[in-house]
């Protein structure tokens, strides 16, 4: 495990990705989701062939052996990146932020529900408390019945949309990994998304209106796509547990991002609620990374020998 290049790189990751919100949260809403998702797929790729170039496995991209599991995963992408782009033309970048960091509780009901995967006690005391934190980023709407409008209602509507859609994908990535290839997902994705948001044309597809708007739409496709490069190559480096929590730093990201470019200011209740999903969210992490460490140690030295790499942080 390489402590600092992986680090860097899942750093990296989460501030591309919250540029990528700011952008499209700075057009709010000037353009249909689906164009938007058009723009954030096509100059994706080109972060994203580069990338995989530079390593020489470009040829991996176009390669599948299970071309249905990359639909699905698609399609998880396609709803996914369509309420991202919906939510952020509607609600604070940062309340947008922290809803849509349930999504790693979520993965913990989707794996019982979906994988039958066994859930401890204490996973699902996690959860309750990560909803917890989402109810309390709410209170202020609840309590002022005007600022609970239709336009905040379907923005947070649509940021748990995308929470539920990324604990999907997650599920789908755990299946698909184990004969597929990195490049040939994240390639796949985006051509699926790509693909799909030319459906969108007839609701209202409109040319960028000014040279900064071609600029932001770009943007958020090249920043979409380091993100999604930063966030591979981190992977490299150590295992998945050890980095999981460091997504969290992309609320501190996007909490910035909006107080200096949008003048919003998160209230404590988003402040709070944000801290408790981050924390129930890394305690199941923690948890898992240390139960796993427990697992290896009681296998017998023969059998660990016998490991692949991928299989030991498979225990992480």
């Keep these: 495990m390489k402590i600092i290049p992986a680090i860097s790189f899942k750093l990296f990751s989460t501030v591309m990705f919250a540029l ?7 057009l709010e809403g000037a353009y249909p989701a689906g164009e938007v998702a058009f723009f954030r797929s096509l100059f994706a790729l080109i972060p994203i062939f580069l990338f995989f170039g530079s390593r020489g496995e470009l040829h991996q991209a176009f390669r599948t052996k299970n071309p249905a599991a990359h639909l699905i995963r698609g399609s998880f992408a396609v709803i996914g990146t369509f309420c991202t782009f919906a939510a952020l033309a509607r609600m604070p970048i940062g309340d947008y932020t922290a809803i849509v960091y349930i999504a790693p509780l979520l993965t913990v009901v989707f794996s019982w529900l979906v994988l039958k995967e066994e859930v401890h006690a204490y996973r699902w005391l996690a959860v309750a408390i990560g909803f917890g934190g989402v109810l309390l980023m709410l ?9 609970w409008t239709s336009t905040i209602g379907l923005g947070i509507m649509f940021a748990f ?6 604990a999907g994908a997650t599920i789908q990535i755990r299946r698909i990994t184990a004969t ?3 490049p040939a997902v994240v390639t796949f994705m985006a051509l699926i998304v790509l693909t799909s948001s030319l459906f969108t044309i007839p609701f ?3 040319l960028p209106a000014t040279p900064l708007h071609w600029l932001l739409l770009i943007g958020i496709g090249i920043t979409g796509g380091l993100g999604q490069m930063g966030f591979t190559e981190s992977y490299r480096y150590a295992p998945a547990s050890f980095l999981a929590p460091l ?5 501190i990201w996007a909490f910035l991002l909006g107080y200096w470019v949008f003048d919003e200011v998160p209230t404590v209740y988003v402040l709070g609620g944000a801290a408790i999903i981050a924390g129930a969210g890394i305690f199941v992490i923690v948890r898992e990374r240390l139960l796993g460490l427990k697992r290896l140690r009681e296998m017998p030295t023969a059998a660990i020998g016998s490991m692949s790499e991928d299989e030991k942080d498979a225990q992480y």
């Design 204 to 206: 209202g597809w409109t």
């Design 161 to 166: 949309m995308n929470a539920c859609t990324t």
């Design 180 to 182: 597929e290839t990195t």
């Design 20 to 26: 990528m919100g700011a952008q499209a949260r700075y």
């Design 139 to 147: 209170v202020p709407y609840f309590k002022e019945h005007v600022a």
């Design 247 to 251: 997504d969290y730093s992309a609320m």
